[in-house]
């Protein structure tokens, strides 16, 4: 390794992306880069925000693999069959699963209301009560924490088992992982606080101890590269099959496109062709899979509105910087 290329990435990282709390790079299963900034170590947690959708796609994977949910066709309204559906609501009756892996669920609203939603003593409902209106299903709208708690519900009753229980038994504890417990949040300011805290552990619940599939999980840097390194060999750990291949290549191809960007079952998708694909979340948290040169980076960040963007960092200077080492 090219030391005065090591400074200059660091230096990068200091004066650009300074939210930055650890960084790891992996090429052919092996580590080739892991450091820690902002005084955080191998063992912090951080709140991975919307990385945990990705997260959250291996989870619907793995419960189709074991026949928990029949597929992705299946209608969102199937799991909930006590919901009352609004007089003169025919759209909410048509979306499925695949829907809203997608984002091509329609709402009724604008914009995510995000503080009645987190107000509401049941947050299942609410989103159910904003699905749907006169909006066309197949068209994108990114649904950044509200409408994707739908899938939440849908785990759970389609598992009879707590979100954080599924998880752990299919997917983190096989990985190594330790999420640990559930978090409550009462108000607004223990959700902010949430979201800054540097001893932060865990995974958010909603007022029915259901954890969203959009955010609230706290994960280490060692933890998110662990997934992408899952993906990366085909859904394989230690020689298990943790999640299916098929569920793999159909959730990091091009399933949406929102304009220029691509989507697939929670996962953007950077290059269809060459198989690049990336679980972003805000503030600058990533877990980034290419396929083709074997590589996996995971970028755990701290909280920050309009964070700089991370992609542009490992196209830069991280894939040039490792791309030619074994």
């Given at each position: ?12 990282i200091n004066s650009n992306y300074n939210n ?229 290549d159909e959730s990091t191809k091009e399933n ?71």
């Open positions: 390794m090219n030391q005065e290329k090591m400074i200059e990435l660091e230096k990068t930055i709390a650890g960084m790891i790079v992996l090429k052919n299963g092996k580590t080739l880069y892991e450091n820690y900034f902002n005084e955080y170590t191998a063992t912090n947690t951080i709140h991975v925000a919307s990385v945990t959708k990705s997260i959250f796609s291996a989870l619907i994977g793995i419960a189709i693999d074991n026949g928990y949910i029949k597929s992705i066709d299946q209608k969102v309204l199937d799991f909930f069959p006590d919901y009352t559906i609004k007089r003169g609501e025919k759209t909410i009756q048509s979306v499925t699963i695949k829907n809203m892996l997608t984002m091509t669920a329609p709402y009724k609203c604008k914009s995510e209301p995000y503080e009645k939603f987190f107000a509401s003593d049941n947050w299942i409902k609410a989103a159910l009560d904003l699905l749907g209106g006169k909006g066309q299903i197949g068209e994108f709208r990114y649904s950044p924490i509200v409408g994707t708690h739908i899938l939440s519900g849908i785990l759970v009753k389609a598992t009879e088992q707590s979100v954080l229980e599924f998880a752990t038994e299919n997917l983190f504890s096989p990985l190594g992982i330790n999420v640990g417990h559930n978090v409550v949040l009462h108000n607004k300011e223990e959700h902010f606080a949430f979201l800054k805290d540097k001893n932060v552990s865990g995974w958010v619940v909603d007022p029915q101890g259901i954890n969203p599939a959009s955010w609230g999980l706290t994960l280490t840097p060692m933890d998110m590269v662990k997934i992408g390194q899952l993906y990366l060999d085909g859904g394989i750990w230690k020689d298990k099959q943790i999640v299916s291949a098929q569920w793999i949406s496109r929102w304009g220029k960007l691509s989507y697939g079952y929670l996962w953007w998708i950077i290059d269809d062709k060459e198989h690049i694909y990336a679980a972003l979340g805000d503030g600058g948290n990533v877990i980034y899979v290419n396929t083709k040169k074997k590589m996996v980076v995971s970028i755990a960040s701290l909280f920050m509105p309009d964070a700089k963007d991370r992609i542009e960092l490992i196209k830069e200077y991280i894939e040039p910087m490792f791309e030619n080492c074994v």
